[in-house]
């Protein structure tokens, strides 16, 4: 039995949507979502930058998927490298992350709001 290729590119989308929300919330999202809790203010400035994530995806006409966050992310580390970002080699520190940081954590924390299913 044949399995058309437009399911087998979708399949493989999704893995590869799911692999990189995954990566992201392991290299930033569970210390960077621990430091916000403890300090309200980066919470707030994450919260802010969730919002912007939110309203760059249209998410409040049409439901954030895994595949619209991932992309933006990948969009956002792509953009932030050709200016001459590079991820941290350390450990961040959340006391005062850059820009680029607080808004991959926004990231994470719209990826927590899914369906845990679709990140499985």
């Known amino acids: 039995m044949r399995v ?3 399911r087998v590119a ?3 989308a999704a893995v590869a949507a799911r692999s990189t929300l995954t990566t992201l919330t392991a290299a ?3 210390a960077g979502l621990a ?3 403890a300090n309200p203010g980066l919470l ?3 919260d802010q930058h969730a919002a912007g994530v939110r309203d760059s995806l249209d ?5 954030l998927t895994v595949a619209a966050l991932a992309g933006y992310a990948e969009g ?3 953009a932030a490298a050709e200016h001459g970002w590079t991820p941290p080699a350390e450990p961040v520190d959340w006391s005062a992350p850059d820009w680029v940081l607080t808004r991959l954590l926004a990231v994470c ?3 927590r709001t899914l369906d845990p299913r679709h990140l499985a």
């Not at 998410?59 to 439901?63: L, Q, S, Y």
């Open 109 to 111: 924390l719209l990826a």
């Open 35 to 37: 430091a916000a809790h």
């Open 10 to 12: 979708t399949r493989s």
């Open 59 to 63: 998410g409040d006409r049409h439901p």
């Open 44 to 46: 707030a400035e994450v």
């Open 28 to 30: 930033v999202g569970t």
């Open 76 to 78: 956002l580390r792509d």
């Open 4 to 6: 058309p290729n437009n």
